[in-house]
Every structure is written in C-alpha cells, then in structure tokens.
C-alpha cells in the first residue's frame, strides 16, 4: 500500500491550494484519512481529518479556512486550503487507516509528504 501526495508549492498569503494524496495497492477499505503537517523546527500537527461516511475534523487554526474531502471511488483525500498565511507553511503529510483484505485489521499508512510554501 502507497499513499501518494501532491499539489504543494507556492504561492502568495491570501491564496488558495489544494492538495491531494490518493492510495494505492491492496486496499479492500479504507477507514479514517488525515491530513497532517509540520513546520521546521515544530511536531507534526494534525490539520483535518475525514471519517468513511464523511465526518470532518479540523483544527483551530484552520477552521474555516480548510476543508477536507474524500473521493471513495477514487481512493483520494483532498484539502482545499484558503486564506494562507505564512503560518500554513509546512510539509503536508496525508495519512490512512487502510485495510488491506477483509480478515485483517486497519493498519496506518503515511504519504511523502508535499511542500507548501505561503510568502508574505
């Protein structure tokens, strides 16, 4: 099972990003996916997560501004980020609990990680 992120970059504070992270591999279900991140020198902080049935979570600091969706069919969880600050800048990691067949349990898997870059 891979999890693979993109759609970081660039771009200037008051803009809008969306990233993406789609899985790939065994997967017979997916359960919870989440977005992460972790700015230099700082722990990896939850930013939003997303349940099967489509329960959304966001931290405070981007309540609002994020949201978080999934496309089951497609095995992909997005974040759609508005409003960036400088302070949004981090490594965004996404994250699954992935089931890989029916007998076995849910197991957390980790994308690469993308850049996103907010310039003042």
């Known amino acids: 099972v891979q999890l693979q992120a993109s759609g970081g970059g660039l771009v200037q504070a008051g803009g809008s990003l969306r990233v993406s992270c789609v899985a790939s591999g065994s997967i017979f279900s997916i359960n919870a996916m989440r977005w992460y991140r972790q700015a230099p020198g700082k722990q990896r902080e939850l930013v939003a997560d997303i349940s099967s049935d489509g329960s959304t979570n966001y931290a405070n600091s981007v309540k609002g501004r994020f949201t978080i969706s999934r496309d089951n069919a497609k095995k992909t969880v997005y974040l759609q980020m508005s409003s960036l600050t400088p302070e949004d800048t981090a490594v965004y990691y996404c994250?699954?609990?992935?089931?890989?067949?029916?007998?076995?349990?849910?197991?957390?898997?980790w994308g690469q990680g993308t850049q996103v870059t907010v310039s003042s």
């Open positions: 994250n699954a609990a992935i089931r890989s067949y029916l007998i076995t349990p849910y197991v957390d898997y």
